[in-house]
């Protein structure tokens, strides 16, 4: 069943709307006709069964079937930091971020990465990548839109990372523990957890330094070094693992 996301503001009583491109994408890509069930997601947990009762490129109206609170969504809002990669890594890394339950995805710099933002092109690039998160959103059955911010230098996503009741920084470097140690310490599902992953350098000592003084649990991911694209995979699948299944 077709799934789309949209505001709060756009359900009165027992109807909906959808709007935009997702209403021509009804109209046009799908062709689905009056009296087809959509699924719709208001972004706040809520998913909506509905059917469609008028359909037009600018906007399709739909009746409320059913309302009912979605179990897609992680215990835990998980932020995932992001260092900036090469090539086109980043909207592969944001994908299955997506599908492994990230909540938000910020990329940030670090003094190791091969490929830098360019300031001047910040809005249109996440505006690029927001999308890509939304088809995998979509896709996967999500119920809450995950959030792409616009990069950030190294020292403010790490400050910003802090914030959470958990947060990981991924390091193969001394001084790490294993990331199962620190999972296996912890009983219930923390509410935010904060997931830093590096790019194809990895993280200086002193940005490792950095992370521990602001309390960052340094975490070894085995015994093998990951690409930059894997690493995160790993590390939500664990946290997924141990605090979902």
């Known amino acids: 069943m077709p799934r789309f996301f949209i505001d709060k503001s756009q359900i009165e009583n027992n109807t909906l709307y959808i709007e935009g491109d997702d209403a021509r994408h009804i109209a046009r890509s799908l062709r689905m006709a009056v009296g087809d069930t959509v699924t719709v997601s208001d972004g706040e947990g809520f998913e909506y069964e509905a059917t469609l009762e ?31 990669p090469k090539s086109d890594k980043l909207e592969t890394v944001i994908q299955k971020a997506v599908e492994l339950g990230a909540s938000r995805i910020v990329p940030f710099e670090s003094s190791r990465c091969i490929k830098r933002p360019s300031a001047d092109k910040a809005k249109e690039r996440t505006a690029r990548l927001s999308k890509i998160a939304e088809a995998a959103a979509k896709q996967c059955g999500r119920a809450v839109l995950p959030e792409v911010s616009i990069p950030l230098s190294y020292k403010e996503a790490m400050r ?41 350098g990895g993280f200086s000592e002193e940005e490792a330094s950095f992370a521990n003084e602001l309390g960052f649990k340094i975490a070894n991911l085995g015994p093998r070094i990951l690409r930059c694209e ?7 699948s664990a946290l997924s693992y141990r605090f979902e299944l």
Do not use: H, W
């Not at 894997?230 to 939500?236: G, I, N, S």
């Open 54 to 84: 008028k359909i037009r490129d600018e906007r399709c109206d739909a009746v409320i079937i059913q309302k009912k609170v979605s179990f897609s969504e992680p215990k835990s809002k998980i932020t995932l930091f992001m260092a900036y």
């Open 230 to 236: 894997t690493a995160p995979d790993y590390c939500l």
């Open 160 to 200: 910003l990372g802090k914030e959470a009741e958990l947060a990981i920084f991924c390091y193969e470097g001394s001084g790490a523990r294993s990331l199962k140690a620190i999972l296996e310490e912890i009983t219930d599902a923390p509410k935010t957890i904060s997931v830093v992953v590096g790019s194809e």
